[in-house]
């Protein structure tokens, strides 16, 4: 860990995928451990690029990341940060590909070395701690959609990372569920950034609210907490030009 | 689409899988490459009597045999035409041969003494199980994913042609005889297979974040009991059996 506790250092970060204009234009973020930041940006403003280049799955064409205070660049080096940041994705039917939600939550910790009981055990306890004991021999593919979310949740919360990246967390969700998963993240002792469109959601889950428009973040350096923020932020939000698609949105 | 039938309970749901997909394998091999009528109707017997012990549903079985035997019909009419021998009937300008019935009276009766015991089998047998027994019996661990993967995602992909032919059916689209209707079927299977490409991409990457580095860990755990010990020297000695009776052409 950095002295400061800074976790995710981006440094002028331009990417963009072939054929197509720049995404991420020049990004600075500077994320420290404890934070909970809520991301907005429309539709196609590079919230989901950026968390992948975080994770290493999409590589930046140029730009320094540093995680933890070291410099990552190859395959190894994203390997050890994936141990540190789970990533929640956009569609839940892409996280669950195990066949049973035990067997799908015990495979973070197999990966990470743990034996099979270890891993029983801990993927027991993580659907527990959410909620969701007794579902462990459910087959993952007739889960609801809200039950999907937070078993995904859980089979990221598994693998004890420091910080969590939650992709639109919140779509397709009912209200009662949408609660739930605001009392599991308050009562989670970890740092995360959290996208999602609903402002009121963003309100009670984070503790400031970072916009991103034109591939690169704005607004960061007044992070204010958001109780007499929002209003207004929601004003630029609404006005925001950025690389929008109008109904790229399922 | 997929219906498991593993819900009952009879002394072949609960045999140790292993068991089952060993006797399935060495069954039909030897039924396959067996020639002989006896051999083959004391197959067709033993896999009968199969079903009656795991107390299948008839009813299930025999819609689960209908497209096997919809094949089957087609080769009545064509075997008993093409090959050469002694003619046995005459339809017209077309001579049917003894041999030629002969012949498609083995592949019905080798197919269905086949299907039979593998439908017990995938109907006895949860996928999930199936597949880890497979894992437990070192078949190649590639071909596992790909029946774990093709289980978990059979419906997604369903699901998301389901959608796109809603989508074409909420604007109207009415299949004939024309281009456009070739033209739109070419789409939507475009259309399923880049959304499939993708979505292999995407499942991929989730699969990376949480460590993947090649190996599928089961936690499932066998162990053969007395009764799966005894199911198992039964089927091995009767397939035996059945192997003699076609090599030495006893009886
Ligand atoms: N796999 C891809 N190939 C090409 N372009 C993509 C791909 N994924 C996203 N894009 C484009 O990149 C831009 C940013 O997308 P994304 O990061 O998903 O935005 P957000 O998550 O903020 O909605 C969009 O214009 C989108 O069309
Ligand atoms: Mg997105």
């Keep these: 860990m950095d002295e400061n506790g800074l976790i995710i250092n981006l440094e002028d970060i ?26 907005m940006g429309s539709n196609g403003s590079g919230k989901t690029t950026l968390f992948h280049i975080i994770m290493g799955l999409l590589k930046p064409s140029s730009g320094r990341i540093e995680i933890m205070g070291r410099p990552v660049k190859e395959e190894k080096d994203f390997r050890e940060v994936r141990k540190k940041i789970g990533l929640l994705f956009q569609d839940a039917d892409d996280q ?15 990966n990470l070395g743990k034996s099979q009981d270890e891993a029983k055990t801990i993927a027991r306890r993580t659907l527990e701690s959410l909620g969701l004991a007794g579902f462990e021999d ?6 609801s959609g809200g039950e999907k979310r937070l078993v995904s949740l859980a089979t990221v919360l598994a693998m004890e990372p420091e910080v969590l990246l939650l992709d639109e967390p919140t779509t397709g969700l009912d209200e009662a569920t949408e ?3 605001i009392d599991i993240l308050k009562g989670l002792d970890i740092s995360y950034i959290l996208v999602s469109h609903d402002m009121d959601f963003l309100k009670e889950a984070t503790t400031g609210i970072t916009c991103m428009s034109n591939g690169t973040i704005v607004l ?5 907490p958001h109780t007499h923020v929002h209003v207004h932020k929601h004003g630029r939000y609404v006005h925001d030009h ?4 109008p109904g790229k949105k399922r | 689409m997929i219906v498991e039938l593993a819900g009952g309970d009879s002394l072949i749901h609960r045999l140790d899988p292993r068991v089952k997909i060993v006797v399935v394998f060495l069954f039909s091999v030897v039924v396959a490459v067996s020639d002989r009528f006896v051999v083959l109707m004391w197959a067709l017997a033993l896999s009968l009597c199969i079903v009656l ?10 819609r689960r045999l209908i497209p096997v035997n919809m094949f089957i019909v087609f080769l009545w009419f064509f075997l008993p035409f093409t090959f050469e021998g002694e003619p046995l009937f005459s339809v017209g300008p077309l001579v049917g041969t003894h041999e030629g019935v002969l012949y498609a009276a083995r592949i019905s009766i080798k197919s269905n003494a086949i299907m039979v015991v593998l439908i017990v089998l995938v109907a006895s047998t949860s996928i999930l199980t199936l597949g880890h027994a497979m894992h437990e019996l070192r078949v190649p661990k590639k071909i596992v994913h790909l029946f774990f993967f093709t289980y978990r995602y059979i419906h997604v992909i369903h699901r998301e042609y389901l959608r796109l032919v809603n989508a074409m059916k909420a604007r109207g689209f009415r299949p004939g005889t024309n281009m456009h209707t ?4 070419a789409y939507l299977v475009g259309m399923l297979l880049v959304r499939s490409s993708d979505r292999a991409e995407r499942v991929r990457n989730a699969m990376l974040c949480r460590g993947f580095r090649g190996n599928l860990y089961s936690l499932s755990t066998f162990s053969m009991k007395r009764e799966d010990v005894i199911s198992l020297i039964l089927m091995l000695a009767l397939i035996l059996a059945l192997g003699v009776l076609e090599w030495t052409k006893m009886v």
């Design chain 2, 53 to 62: 012990v795991a107390r299948l549903p008839i009813k299930e079985l025999i």
């Design chain 1, 242 to 245: 950025g690389l929008s698609l």
């Design chain 1, 14 to 39: 331009c990417f963009g995928y072939p054929g197509r204009p720049t995404v991420l234009d020049k990004l600075n973020l500077l994320f420290y451990e404890g934070e909970r930041m809520g991301l």
């Design chain 1, 138 to 143: 459910r087959i993952t593919y007739k889960l």
């Design chain 1, 179 to 181: 609660k739930r998963l």
């Design chain 1, 220 to 224: 960061d350096d007044e992070r204010i």
């Design chain 1, 96 to 110: 669950l590909f195990s066949p049973t939600v035990l067997e799908d939550v015990a495979f973070g910790p197999l």
């Design chain 2, 182 to 185: 070739y033209k739109t079927y």
